[in-house]
């Protein structure tokens, strides 16, 4: 069905050749910082922020400007030797928790954690309960 | 005057759908035979007239008859006939009425072709059938009328997005849309079930083919979806975990649960009622899916299409349809008898592992998609993404993985722990091989998961061979080599999923025309670049030579603009290599004149949709092996004038 | 003898599903994404100047006791050049209005201030964005109010249209 087409297109960002500016990218938009360490670090936090104009994927792998203002904002933050999650704590002071793909450790999040675990657990015990009374019953039988 | 024929074509559809319904209904209850015989024939015609109202559409597009509104609406006299034919499902309505066009012709195949289930069940659901193209075409016709006309026409056409002019679009979304239906069938089929009180393994050997189409068809839908946003969005990304594409997903897992539960309820009439339970669910995730992309709750979709009143009117289908089976297995399911018992080290056991871990990934998909929403009631805004779902789905399903390499090897009803370990010893020792030689060559520069990933690959990938030891491989049924060969492409695919995760290099790098650079023992050479003109678009190309060991390949990848509607995309190049692929992206041009570009090198990446070829492979011998000998009968008996 | 409860648990799990779905319809999530600085200091910024005929733009600019509109714009922004109007009503009923230009160049500001008008006493270049950022700000255009000791105290998102002017000239006046 069409799903993966509007995902497509929500990934991409189709905007029209307007809204984006003539300027070039910004200087760590798409450069790798020089020592690998480093950018690994900065490659790692960029795939957990989330686009801010494209709304649907992190700005690691985003065309909108705005992404790759942020891209070189963290990179060069990473040259200065910051820490990623110091750099995180900065972007949520000032977008929120929305801007970070990667979970907090808010309590509102906590049942994203926690139901998976209950489904396991019950959807275990179900079955279990099932198949044994099944096996007693065979036995019996 | 092709529009009004299509427009009165589905009017007709829709009215006899009406009487398909009626007529099994009426028939069902008071027991009329004279009712029931009319119900198969109703069925064929009215996959006819709804396919003869998709035809009229698709001319529509392909005359480029702007007079219409759907045309006007998305396509346009400029483009290639690829297009303005693909473009008939490239929007809303054309795309539902490519879904009831769908589910009417395979109504009519469970007509025609259904042949071993019991009469009343056969007819209960051809009726359920029935009742929900029914709701579909309400859908339409009140709400998404693709026939629509335009008054004055319009001048020309606003035009398909660029993105969608692509040979994907003709195939991908037709074959997504394709499972979708085939789950509905399976879905008839469990309310036929239910409502004649006969749920046994007959019953799940007529829904079987139904259930393995729909999963063949889903597994290649999103193999190819997976592989298109790949190579058209230029960031080397194959999956994301993006709200639609998990839409997509969930009616994956779910039919692929019901896969393996169909066939323990068909060979040893075990897990009746879970059985009936999973094609309910497996159908209403496609039409959650539907829900989520059409309706634009969540942000990933607010692209196009979007609108609350058709996102209202999927929630009415989904609340009718769902909502009253899920309420008839309550009522009707206690009334089941309760299936064949096994033992709790059995194949019937672990395939209900399987179940249960696909299961619990669904609901992780799921809640992890929904999420956003339930914390939006409480006006807090979160973002789930991929560091969750690789965290939570990943680990279960490398778990499932393990179990799949049991499964095969254990036999029904019940065996011995010791003989069943016995025969894992071969993956065991690969597994154990696998992990020194990582710990040695990679520890610490791979993520645990991608690790776990290849060591589990390796175990799957000779595991799955097992069950073919000790046969006469000419003899095996082909059956037991689809299972082999879908098993063998889970393994596939998880080793290159696990392989593109551990050992991708990355090279951002700007050049100029002459420039090389090495990465990933590749020498890359930006030659040149200069414009050129397509169909309906221009472009920057580069001219790339990649070498590595003494031969050179060239590569163009192009930043292309299109006039109509005014867009910009990036194509990139892929060089594929038995090793990997080379994926190089050009960029915008900086201030000194040098181009942006971006190079991966991607080792065994193919492997995933390679994998994902191999699974839906499986899937067809499997249809192949368990209903040739039936689809002969048919055939013959179809021949010799026994219809109706 | 199966237990009643669990056979219904479907359609409960179910029913909860709809009415979530339906909530989604009923409140379509919000899709503007607002600063989480409201209510604290504006971030320290020294920005160059934009436009030929303005001064640049600091954030000291900002604590001196009256309360300032910042308007972030760029030249390439349509929706910018769609709020210019309103801009010049609020700069003629007083406000003081500063602006930021996101990611543009000065022969691009100053065409722009010519053809669409002019309403800003200085104006700062962000060629990369980061004060943008800093104030937690997610495209163009948006308006922040700054109180007189340099404290956000209001964002509108998105261009500020006719039926908006009242109320931010209102909320001005409320920061004096």
Redesign the interface.
């Known amino acids: 069905m069409r799903a993966l087409l509007c995902f497509l297109l929500a990934l991409l960002l189709v905007q029209p050749v ?6 070039p990218p ?2 760590y938009a798409d450069r790798q910082l020089d020592d690998p360490a480093q950018e690994k670090k900065a490659r790692d936090l960029m795939l957990t922020i989330r686009c ?2 494209c ?1 649907s994927q992190s700005i690691a792998d985003s065309n909108a ?2 992404a790759g ?2 891209r ?2 963290i990179r060069q933050r990473i040259a200065a030797g910051e820490e990623p999650e110091h750099i995180r704590q900065w ?6 928790d ?2 970070s793909y990667e979970p907090t450790a808010d309590p509102i999040l906590w049942p994203l954690w926690g139901l998976p675990i209950l489904l396991l657990i019950v959807g275990g015990l ?1 079955a279990m309960g099932r198949i044994r009374r099944r096996g007693k019953k065979g036995d019996g039988a | 005057m092709i529009a009004e024929l299509g427009l009165a074509a589905l009017w007709l559809a829709a009215s006899l759908a009406l009487l398909q319904l009626a007529l099994a209904a009426f028939g069902l209850k008071q027991g009329r035979e004279d009712l029931l015989g009319g119900v198969r024939p109703v069925a064929v015609t009215q996959a006819l007239l709804v396919a003869l109202a998709f035809l009229c559409l698709v001319l529509l597009f392909l005359r480029s008859d702007m007079s219409v509104l759907l045309v006007a609406m998305n396509s346009h006299s400029a483009k290639p006939w690829l297009y303005k034919f693909a473009g008939t499902w490239g929007n809303h309505e054309g795309s539902m009425l490519l879904w009831v066009t769908v589910m009417g012709v395979a109504g009519a195949g469970v007509a025609l072709f259904e042949r071993t289930l019991r009469r009343d069940t056969h007819m209960a659901t051809l009726g359920a059938q029935a009742a929900i193209s029914l709701g579909f075409y309400a859908f339409l016709l009140f709400s998404s009328n693709p026939f629509a006309r335009l008054d004055p026409p319009a001048p020309d056409g606003q035009g398909l997005n660029p993105l969608l002019q692509d040979p994907g679009l003709a195939f991908h979304p037709p074959t997504l849309y394709l499972g979708y239906v085939g789950l509905s069938v399976a879905f008839s089929f469990a309310v036929g079930a239910l409502m004649t009180r006969n749920v046994d393994a007959a019953f799940a050997r007529a829904m079987r083919p139904w259930v393995l189409g729909a999963w063949v068809l889903l597994t290649l839908g999103i193999t190819a979806g997976s592989y298109w946003a790949y190579y058209e969005l230029g960031w080397g990304g194959w999956w994301f975990w993006d709200p639609v594409e998990n839409a997509s997903l969930m009616p994956w897992l779910a039919a692929t649960a019901l896969l393996h539960s169909v066939t323990v309820l068909a060979t040893r009439d075990a897990l009746r ?1 879970w059985t009936v ?1 999973l094609a ?2 497996a159908f ?1 995730m496609s039409m ?1 899916g539907t ?1 989520l992309v059409r ?5 990933s979709v ?1 692209a196009f299409a979007v609108d ?1 009143e058709r ?2 009117f999927i ?1 009415a289908l ?2 009718i349809y ?2 009253g089976a ?2 008839l ?2 009522l009707r ?2 009334t089941v008898r ?1 299936g064949e018992q096994f033992e709790m080290m059995s194949r019937e056991a672990l395939l209900v592992v399987n179940n249960l871990l696909l299961t619990v990934i669904l609901g992780v998909v799921l809640i992890g998609t ?1 999420y ?3 914390t ?2 409480f006006g807090h ?1 979160v973002s789930v993404g991929p560091p969750y779902f690789d965290r939570i789905a990943g680990p279960l399903a490398l778990i499932l993985m393990l179990a799949m390499i049991v499964g095969p090897l254990t036999r029904w009803r019940r065996d011995r722990a010791g003989v069943v370990a016995g025969r894992l010893l071969w993956p065991a020792i690969v597994m154990l091989g696998l992990v020194a030689v990582l710990a040695v060559t990679a520890w610490g520069r791979i993520g645990v998961l991608p690790f776990l990933g290849l060591v589990v690959a390796g175990g799957v990938a000779l595991g799955s061979l097992i069950p073919l030891t000790k046969r006469n491989l000419r003899r095996t049924p082909l059956f037991i080599w689809g299972m082999v060969i879908a098993h063998l492409g889970c393994a596939v695919s998880l080793a290159g999923m696990a392989s593109e995760s551990a050992f991708n290099v990355e090279k951002l790098i700007a050049m100029a025309p002459g420039d090389s650079v090495e990465t990933a023992g590749w020498t890359v050479r930006f030659d040149r670049v200069a414009p050129i003109a397509g169909d309906n678009w221009t472009a920057m190309q580069a001219d790339v030579s990649a070498s590595r060991g003494g031969a050179t390949a060239r590569l163009r990848p192009q930043s292309r603009f299109f006039t109509s509607p005014p867009t910009t995309t990036t194509e990139s190049a892929i060089l594929t290599k038995w090793d990997g692929q080379l994926y190089v992206v050009l960029g915008d041009r900086l201030d000194d004149g040098r181009w942006q570009m971006r190079i991966w090198w991607k080792p065994f990446v193919t492997l995933i949709w390679l994998g994902g070829v191999l699974i839906a492979l499986g899937g067809v011998l499997a249809i192949i092996g368990r209903e040739r000998r039936g689809w002969a009968l048919k055939l013959r008996q179809i021949r010799a004038g026994e219809f109706g | 003898m ?1 237990s ?1 409860w ?3 648990l ?2 409960a799990l ?2 909860a ?2 009415a ?6 009923l ?5 503007v ?5 409201i209510g604290k200091p504006l971030p320290a910024f020294t920005l160059p100047q934009a436009a030929s005929d303005r001064p640049a733009l600091v954030s000291a600019e900002f604590a001196q006791g009256k309360p300032r509109l910042l308007n972030i714009f ?1 030249s ?3 929706p910018c050049a769609a709020e210019s109007p309103q801009l010049m009503a609020l700069a003629q009923a007083g406000v003081p209005i500063d602006g930021i230009a ?4 000065r022969e ?1 500001v100053d065409a722009f201030l010519a053809r669409w008008g002019n309403p800003y006493s200085h104006i700062g270049l962000d ?4 004060v ?5 700000s ?2 163009v255009p948006e308006t922040f109010l700054i109180d007189g000791q340099g404290r956000i105290v209001f964002q509108h998102v998105g261009d500020i249209r006719a039926e908006d002017v009242p109320g931010i000239i209102a909320k001005w006046k409320a920061a004096q």
């Open positions: 307007l809204a984006q500016t003539a300027l910004a200087p801010l104009t709304q400007s705005m203002d942020l070189s904002e972007l949520i002071e000032r977008y929120g929305w801007i179900i | 009622a339970m309910v669910v209403s959650v829900f309706s634009g709750i969540l942000t607010h609350p996102g209202s929630l989904l609340a769902i909502g899920l309420a297995f309550g399911v206690g309760e929904l956003p929403l339930m939006e009631a805004k | 199966k009643g669990l056979l219904w479907p359609l179910f029913a599903l709809g979530l779905f339906l909530g989604g319809l409140h379509p999530e919000e899709r994404i607002t600063s989480k600085m760029a390439w922004c349509v996101i990611r543009d160049a691009d060629a990369r964005s980061s943008q950022i800093a104030l937690g997610s495209g």
